[in-house]
C-alpha cells in the first residue's frame, strides 16, 4: 500500500462496530418485519407459521396463540408444554381493554412443610416428583378461548397434533439445550422413553440432533383427546387418571383431586407510566412488577443523555434492579395466602423514596426490601400474535426449568413442570411452600399502551432475566431510539445475585454479580470495575424476546429474538 494513502486511512476515525450496515442500526441482526393484516412472533418458524395460518382461516390472535403455544409444546419441549403453566394478557379492540390470565397451577394438598424437613430438605429440589405442581396451560387455553376464540378448539390443535404425529425436523438451539437436559432427567419414569433416540449403542439414548425428524404419537393422542373432550378431559378425565397412578408408583404427591380442583383466574393488569409510556404487567404471584418498579425508580435518570452502554446506563439500571428484587424476595407471593402491597411497591412516591439508595458513585452490596411483610398467619417460551380485527396476546408458557422436572407420565407425550421448586421452605414467609398453594412464579408477559391505544405486546423469557429484559428492551426503545429488532439485538444486562424469593431465600451481601453480554465497550466495564461491581463474562443467560408493535401507518412491526431460533412473520 502506497505510503500516502496508508497515513490517509490511519487519520480516518474508527466507525462504531456496525456503523457500515446500510440501514444504519449497529445492533440489528436484520429488519424488523411489517404486514399490513396480522403478525405472529414465536420463538420457532414453524409455530409462527401455524399462528398466520390460523388467522388467514379466520382465527382470532388468540385461536392463534393457542395453535401456536400447542406447536411450541411439541416443538420446544425444552421451554414448554402442556405439563406447565400459562400466563397472558390481551387487547380486546372491541371493548378498548386489556385482559390478564394467571394460570399457575397450586401445590399438591397432600404435600405439607413438614414432608420436607422429614427428608432433610433446605430447599425444594430440582427435579423428580417434588417440585411438581398442577398444570395450568390447558386450562388457560379454553379460558382464553372462551372469551376470545373464534375457532373451535379442536381446529386450533390440528397443527400441533399433525406435527406430532407426522414429525418435524429439530431447530438447532432447541438440540443443544435438549441434548443438555437427557443426562440430568432420564432417571425418572417416562421420560427417556417418550424424550430421547436410540444412540449408537445397546440400550444408548440420546437427544435427537439438529435437523433430525422428531415425532411424539403420544401428544398427539393426548391433545386429540383435549380436543375433543374439552378442558375436563385433561383436568377430569383419563389424562387426570394417567396422572394421578404414575404419581402414585412413583413416590410422587400429585392427584387426581388436585388436578379435578384445579382453576386459573382472569387477573387485572397493573401499570406504571414510564414517559408517557403505560406499561402493563400482572400482579403476584408473578415477578411482572418487578418490571414496574425498575423502571419508576430509572424514570428519575436522563439516560438518554447517558447513552446506550454507557457506565451510567448500566450501573443504574443493575442498582435499580437490586432495589426492585429486594422487594421481590419479600412480598411477591400467592395472593391467596399474602396480598402484596402492590399499589405502594408501584407508586411513584416510593419509588422516590427508594432512589435515595442510589449512589452515582458506588454499587449497593446489600439491598433490604422497602416493605418489610406483615403476614396474618429457565426455560419459557414467549409469544406474540396480533390479527386483523386488532386483537393482540401476550403470551408466555413454561415447564419452568428447561424440560421440567423430567417426570412424565408413560403414553401422554409431555412432561410435569418442577415450579414448585420456586418455594421457599421457611415458615413465614409470604412463598413459604403451603398444600394448595401457587408458588412465585418467573414467567410474565407484558404490554404497553400509549393515549390508550395498544402500541407494543412483548417479552422477554428466561428466569429472573425476565423483569431486567422487560426494562431493558423499553429503555432501548424510549429512551434510546431503538427500532423494535434493534431494541431486541443490543447486547444485554443481567444482574445475578440479588436475594430470591426461594430456595433458602439468603439475603445478598457481596453486591451480586454483573454479566454484561458480548458488545459493551471496555471503558464502560472498567468503569463499573470502579464504582464496585463484579463483572463477568457469561454465556448465554441473556432471555428471548419477541414482540409485535402498531405500525402508525397501519398494521403491525414485528420483532424476533435473534439468540433463539424463532421468526417474525405476517401478512
Excluded: C
Excluded at 65 to 73: D, E, F, K, R, T
Excluded at 463 to 470: D, E, I, N, R, V
Amino acid at each position: 500500500m502506497r505510503p500516502l494513502l496508508l497515513a490517509l486511512l490511519l487519520s480516518l476515525p474508527v466507525a462504531a462496530a456496525g456503523a457500515d450496515r446500510i440501514a444504519g442500526k449497529p445492533f440489528a441482526t436484520r429488519s424488523e418485519v411489517y404486514a399490513p393484516h396480522a403478525m405472529a412472533a414465536t420463538s420457532h418458524p414453524l409455530a409462527t407459521q401455524i399462528a398466520l395460518d390460523v388467522m388467514k382461516q379466520g382465527g382470532s390472535a388468540v385461536d392463534a396463540a393457542i395453535a401456536a403455544n400447542a406447536a411450541l409444546g411439541l416443538m420446544e419441549p425444552t421451554g414448554n408444554g402442556i405439563g406447565g403453566d400459562l400466563f397472558a394478557i390481551v387487547w380486546d379492540p372491541k371493548t378498548r381493554k386489556l385482559y390478564g390470565y394467571n394460570g399457575s397451577g397450586r401445590s399438591p394438598k397432600s404435600l405439607t412443610l413438614a414432608e420436607f424437613r422429614k427428608r432433610g430438605l433446605k430447599e425444594v429440589p430440582p427435579h423428580g416428583p417434588l417440585p411438581v405442581t398442577v398444570p395450568g396451560a390447558v386450562d388457560a387455553w379454553f379460558a382464553l378461548h372462551g372469551r376470545f376464540g373464534k375457532r373451535a378448539m379442536a381446529d386450533d390443535l390440528a397443527p400441533a397434533i399433525r406435527y406430532a404425529r407426522e414429525g418435524h425436523p429439530v431447530h438447532e438451539t432447541i438440540a443443544y439445550y435438549w441434548n443438555l437436559s437427557v443426562p440430568r432427567l432420564s432417571q425418572w419414569p417416562g421420560f427417556a422413553e417418550q424424550f430421547t433416540v436410540a444412540g449408537a449403542g445397546p440400550g444408548d439414548r440420546r437427544a435427537p440432533r439438529t435437523g433430525e425428524i422428531w415425532k411424539n404419537p403420544n401428544l398427539a393422542r393426548t391433545l386429540e383427546k383435549i380436543a375433543q373432550g374439552g378442558r375436563d378431559a385433561f383436568y377430569k378425565g383419563e389424562i387426570a387418571r394417567a396422572i394421578d397412578a404414575y404419581f402414585r408408583a412413583n413416590g410422587g404427591f400429585l392427584s387426581y383431586e388436585d388436578l379435578a380442583s384445579h382453576r386459573g383466574e382472569w387477573v387485572e393488569p397493573v401499570s406504571t407510566n414510564y414517559r408517557g409510556y403505560d406499561v402493563w404487567e400482572l400482579p403476584p404471584n408473578g415477578q411482572g412488577i418487578a418490571a414496574l418498579q425498575m423502571l419508576n425508580l430509572l424514570e428519575g435518570y436522563d439516560l438518554k443523555s447517558y447513552g446506550f452502554g454507557s457506565p451510567e446506563h448500566v450501573h443504574l439500571f443493575a442498582e435499580a434492579k437490586k432495589l426492585a428484587f429486594a422487594d421481590r424476595a419479600a412480598s411477591y407471593a400467592d395472593p391467596d395466602f399474602y396480598k402484596t402491597p402492590v399499589a405502594r411497591l408501584i407508586s411513584k412516591e416510593y419509588a422516590r423514596q427508594r432512589r435515595k439508595l442510589i449512589s452515582p458513585d458506588k454499587a449497593m452490596k446489600a439491598a433490604e426490601p422497602g416493605v418489610i411483610p406483615q403476614l396474618n398467619e429457565g426455560d419459557t417460551i414467549y409469544l406474540a400474535t396480533a390479527d386483523a380485527d386488532g386483537m393482540m396476546v401476550s403470551l408466555i408458557q413454561s415447564n419452568y426449568r428447561g424440560m421440567g422436572s423430567g417426570m412424565a407420565p408413560p403414553g401422554l407425550g409431555f412432561i410435569l413442570q418442577d415450579r414448585g421448586e420456586q418455594f421457599v421452605l421457611k415458615e413465614g414467609h409470604p412463598n413459604s411452600f403451603a398444600p394448595g398453594k401457587r408458588p412465585f412464579h418467573t414467567i410474565i408477559p407484558a404490554f404497553v399502551t400509549k393515549d390508550g391505544k395498544p402500541w407494543l405486546s412483548f417479552g422477554v423469557m428466561g428466569g429472573a432475566m425476565q423483569p431486567q429484559g422487560h426494562v431493558q428492551i423499553l429503555l432501548n426503545l424510549i429512551d434510546f431510539g431503538m427500532n423494535l429488532q434493534e431494541a431486541g439485538d443490543a447486547p444485554r444486562i443481567q444482574h445475578d445475585g440479588s436475594t430470591e424469593p426461594a430456595g433458602q431465600n439468603e439475603a445478598m451481601a457481596d453486591g451480586g454479580e454483573l454479566d454484561l453480554e458480548s458488545g459493551f465497550p471496555y471503558e464502560t466495564v472498567r468503569a463499573l470495575m470502579r464504582k464496585g461491581h463484579s463483572v463477568r463474562f457469561a454465556d448465554g443467560p441473556y432471555g428471548g424476546y419477541q414482540a409485535i408493535m402498531v405500525n402508525p401507518h397501519g398494521g403491525y412491526i414485528g420483532a424476533s429474538e435473534s439468540r433463539k431460533d424463532g421468526q417474525a412473520a405476517g401478512y
